[in-house]
């Protein structure tokens, strides 16, 4: 007998969003502006790199979401590739996902946070590494917790990304 999965919904409107969005928009555009500013020469070109970029962005989300909607199955994109390619390159993307993709964002983004919280406090730079693990640990605990405990996080996290984006946006403007 199959058994049947299905998914728990007990995100509302406000964490799903914010998961999205804090998905989307990482923390890439706090400390990339340089670099793309200094490649592309000069701010126009610097601004449209950006856009260009977000627009590929809008597009591989609106794919997964469109086929999401599809195959509305749990597992995501390794079951999204089987069902669409074969169990050889959906059993590869899943272990990309496991053993590089997983671990490399959550590498970068507690190795930033780390920077930045030693940054804000004026801390010697030996404490970076051990504020990244212990950043990758609290956000560890998180994910063991209710999915709402989870969603919460998400949500004053991605307010605190918006926040300087506006701002940004704004004095940019002005």
Known sequence: MK?????????????????VIGTIIGSGIFFKQASVLQSAHNSTLAISAWIFGGIITLAAGLTIAEIGAQMPYTGGLYVYIEKLYGRILGFLAGW??????GPAIIAAVGGFTGILIANFFNLDDSWRIPLSIGCMLFITIINFLDNKV???FSVITTIGKM???AAIIIFGIF
């Open 96 to 101: 990309m996902q496991v053993i590089v993709y």
């Open 163 to 165: 926040i300087p984006i």
């Open 3 to 19: 058994q049947q999965n299905h998914l728990k919904r007990s995100l509302g409107f406000f964490s799903a969003i914010s998961i």
């Open 150 to 152: 989870g969603a919460a």
